[in-house]
């Protein structure tokens, strides 16, 4: 069983910048995706981006397209997720994922999709 540890979250002023990490306790396969997702209060859970194992590619919801940026260190099986120019509409918990991918090197959007999760970092940006 895969487990996801998040790490790096916090409280910050708009405008600054904060990178979550996700290890994950052992191999995950190639033709996955791993991601993040967040959900703020009231909120549905919604994904963030992701990136496909195998094929590199690299996904981003529209919102955070130029501000964040989603990486992956293979050596140490971690899942990083930049952030920057943070704004306050950013704040939520933030849940890294692992689940399949698409052949075509795509990945799922939807969060039932996704097998393992971690336990969640929570971001507070204020304004």
């Known amino acids: 069983q895969v487990q996801l540890v998040e790490s790096g979250g916090g409280s910050v002023q708009a405008g600054e910048s904060l990178k979550l990490s996700c290890a994950a306790s052992?191999?995950?396969?190639?033709?996955?995706?791993m991601g993040w997702f967040r959900q703020a209060p009231g909120k549905e859970r919604e994904w963030v981006a992701f990136i496909h194992i195998r094929g590199g590619n690299l996904w981003y919801t529209d919102s955070v397209k130029g501000r964040f940026t989603i990486s992956r260190d293979n050596a140490k099986n971690t899942l990083y997720l930049q952030m920057d120019y943070l704004k306050p509409e950013d704040t939520a918990m933030y849940y890294c994922a692992a689940g399949p991918g698409l052949s075509s090197g795509a990945c799922y959007t939807s969060t039932g999709v996704y097998a393992y999760w971690g336990q969640g970092t929570q971001v507070t940006v204020s304004s």
């Open positions: 052992e191999y995950i396969s190639s033709t996955y995706c």
